[in-house]
């Protein structure tokens, strides 16, 4: 009986940046209902997802001082997060991990799933203002 791992090329096939993108995104959505649920006495700001013609989106904070985002986008290479101004804050490449899990790899070799790299780019933009 072959392991699952012996087909390792058609899990890494499957495990493209388009495909990483769009589990991002979707998470990003949960992400952003989540935060605008648990708003605190006093504060103003509400979360919301912008879409960018499918190569791309933004979670953007609004309601308070300063208003600020960040945009998500993809490309064949892998997944790039950029702040207002422009500047890549955050990129990753996709690998299979051992274990078959297909992640996001960041340039100093750190492997993350979706919800870790989600929590990396946007917990200081719902919670640290």
Same mark, same amino acid.
């Given at each position: 009986?072959?392991?699952?791992? $012996?087909?390792?090329?058609?899990?890494?096939?499957?495990?493209?940046?388009?495909?990483?993108?769009? #589990?991002?995104? =979707?998470?990003?959505?949960?992400?952003? $209902?989540?935060?605008?649920?648990? %708003?605190?006495? *006093? @504060?103003?700001?509400?979360?919301?997802?912008?879409?960018?013609?499918? #190569?791309?989106?933004?979670?953007?904070? @609004? *309601?308070?001082?300063?208003?600020?985002?960040?945009?998500?986008?993809?490309? %064949?290479? *892998?997944?790039?997060? #950029?702040?207002?101004? $422009?500047?890549?804050?955050? #990129?990753?490449?996709?690998?299979?991990?051992? =274990?078959? =899990?297909?992640?996001?790899?960041?340039?100093? *070799? @750190?492997?993350?799933?979706?919800?870790?790299?989600?929590? %990396?780019?946007?917990?200081?933009?719902?919670?640290?203002?």
């Amino acid at each position: 009986m072959n392991s699952p791992m $012996e087909n390792w090329v058609k899990l890494r096939s499957d495990c493209s940046p388009l495909d990483m993108f769009l #589990k991002l995104k =979707e998470g990003a959505k949960g992400d952003v $209902e989540a935060r605008n649920s648990l %708003k605190r006495s *006093g @504060e103003n700001a509400t979360f919301r997802i912008r879409l960018h013609n499918g #190569k791309g989106f933004s979670v953007i904070r @609004e *309601g308070e001082d300063p208003f600020d985002w960040v945009e998500v986008s993809w490309d %064949k290479l *892998g997944i790039y997060v #950029k702040d207002r101004d $422009e500047a890549v804050v955050c #990129k990753a490449t996709i690998t299979l991990s051992d =274990e078959g =899990e297909c992640k996001l790899r960041l340039p100093d *070799g @750190e492997q993350l799933n979706c919800w870790q790299f989600r929590k %990396k780019i946007l917990q200081d933009l719902f919670f640290n203002f």
